[in-house]
Nanobody, 124 residues
């Protein structure tokens, strides 16, 4: 069992930056691939970024590639999402997720545990 708690969301102007954190408690954090998803009002939850259990591999949605960076600190049981050059269309609730996977899962169903989400609002 893994519990995930996101933090770092907030209100920022377009072009600004935010850093989201996801703190995990429970067993064997370093065994899990980690991902970030987001859900805007009236839209389905969509994949944002993922990182392998070792941190050696990452993958990004095309919409955030070059602007967002996912990283993890296994010693701290934490995964991060650095978001730069934010756009109004990045406004959403951002969710952290953990899944047992040998690679980099990008699909919702590949994750076993989810956080409660943190709101990110980008004003124009």
């Amino acid at each position: 069992q893994v519990q995930l708690v996101e933090s770092g969301g907030g209100l920022v102007q377009a072009g600004g930056s935010l850093r989201l954190s996801c703190a995990a408690s429970g067993r064997s954090f370093s065994s899990y691939a980690m991902g970030w998803f987001r859900q805007a009002p009236g839209k389905e939850r969509e994949f944002v970024a993922a990182i392998s259990w070792s941190g050696g591999d990452t993958y990004y949605a095309d919409s955030v590639k070059g602007r967002f960076t996912i990283s993890r600190a296994n010693a701290k049981n934490t995964v991060y999402l650095q978001m730069n050059s934010l756009k109004p269309e990045d406004t959403a609730v951002y969710y952290c997720a953990a899944g047992v996977h040998p690679g980099i899962p990008t699909r919702f169903v590949e994750y076993d545990y989810w956080g409660q989400g943190t709101q990110v609002t980008v004003s124009s």
